[in-house]
Structure formats: structure tokens, C-alpha cells
């Protein structure tokens, strides 16, 4: 860090995996260490974003959760959009 080579650094997801005991191929100790200097940063009111190092890891795969579904999701309904309406009839049949 003295020689600038470390500008910025976060929690990601494979950290929070270990620190969830779901993966275990790399640093946990540092992991947790990353966890846990996240957690204390403050939100808008002045509070702490997350209590533990544990509640910081599965918020932040809640969110990769939630973003991954999304990504998925939106070609996902424009694809079936798209199937129902190649399946639709060009005229309606009028029923009497």
C-alpha cells in the first residue's frame, strides 16, 4: 500500500461464501477480516450496515441473488414475449 499499489479494495462474493462456510479453496481467515472491516462502514443514518461479519455475507449474497435473477429473468420473458406472440393467430375467429 506504501508504493500506491493497492488503491481500492471490497468484500466479493466468494469472500462472503467463505466466510458462510459454502466455499473453502482460498483464504477464510482473510475473508472473515474483509467482512468484518466492510460491515463497519456506515449507511446514511450513521449505522453500521451489517452487525457481523455472517449477516454482511449473506446480505451480500441475497444481493448477488437478486441481481442474477434479474439479469436472468429479463431476456428470459422477452424470449417468451416474443414465442407467444409467433404463436398468436393474425386474425381472432369470431365466435358467435
Same mark, same amino acid.
Not at 2 to 21: E, I, N, Q
Not at 46 to 55: F, H, K, L, N, S
Given at each position: ?14 469472500? &462472503?461464501?467463505? $466466510?458462510?462456510?459454502? /466455499? ?8 472473515? +477480516?474483509? =467482512? ?20 454482511? &455475507?449473506?446480505? $451480500?449474497?441475497?444481493? /448477488? ?8 429473468? +429479463?431476456? =428470459? ?20
Amino acid at each position: 500500500m506504501a508504493r500506491g499499489l493497492v488503491m481500492l479494495a471490497g468484500a466479493t462474493p466468494s469472500d &462472503a461464501s467463505h $466466510v458462510l462456510g459454502r /466455499l473453502s479453496c482460498w483464504d477464510g481467515a482473510a475473508a472473515e +477480516k474483509a =467482512l468484518r472491516l466492510f460491515s463497519r462502514k456506515r449507511n446514511g443514518r450513521g449505522e453500521r450496515i451489517a452487525p457481523t461479519p455472517q449477516a454482511m &455475507a449473506q446480505a $451480500v449474497i441475497d444481493q /448477488l441473488t437478486a441481481q442474477t435473477v434479474d439479469c436472468l429473468r +429479463k431476456p =428470459l420473458l422477452t424470449r417468451i414475449r416474443a414465442i407467444s406472440a409467433a404463436k398468436r393467430p393474425r386474425c381472432w375467429p369470431v365466435i358467435p
